[in-house]
């Protein structure tokens, strides 16, 4: 069954009730963490990842579908600036609780641009009658973002 998201626009960044992000530093230029990022091969690298549609255009209106192990997602690209910021939406989800989600990952050249420290945010809404799991959800999603930057990280470098 699927549930449809709240809508949300790159505002949500700031205005989102909970943020969770995660930070990494790759050893490849931001340019190839981008590739990488936006690139076919997610499901070499990101867990639980079953199947992955692209929609044109590939970038910034552009749709994806996930199939993940426990839940499915539609997703819209909102921001697609190379080797800078990838942001998307999540429009339609498997998952009931979550109201409004958007997740980010922001790329910073370090190391004189032979290395990357990339971000990797989860900007989401939860219903009120959730608040008495807040903590745990935050927890769950924390072991989520490590797992998928310690995942890109193994599969950039190689």
Not at 58 to 83: K, N
Not at 116 to 128: R, S
Request: charged share 25%; net charge positive; hydrophobic share 45%.
């Amino acid at each position: 069954m699927w549930f449809v998201l709240d809508r949300v626009d790159l505002d949500f960044v700031d205005t989102a009730p909970h943020h969770v992000c995660r930070e990494v530093l790759l050893d490849v230029p931001a340019d190839r963490a981008f590739d990488v990022l936006t690139g076919d091969r997610w499901l070499e690298w990101f867990p639980d990842l079953q199947d992955i549609t692209w929609y044109p255009p590939r970038g910034v209106g552009g749709t994806r579908y996930l199939r993940l192990h426990r839940s499915e997602v539609h997703e819209t690209f909102l921001a697609w600036e190379p080797g800078r910021r990838l942001a998307f939406s999540v429009d339609r989800s498997t998952v009931p609780f979550i109201k409004a989600m958007l997740v980010e990952f922001r790329l910073t050249p370090a190391s004189a641009g032979n290395r990357t420290q990339v971000a990797l945010c989860w900007h989401y809404k939860l219903p009120i009658w959730w608040r008495p799991m807040y903590a745990s959800v935050r927890r769950r999603v924390e072991k989520i973002l490590s797992a998928a930057l310690a995942a890109l990280k193994n599969f950039a470098e190689r």
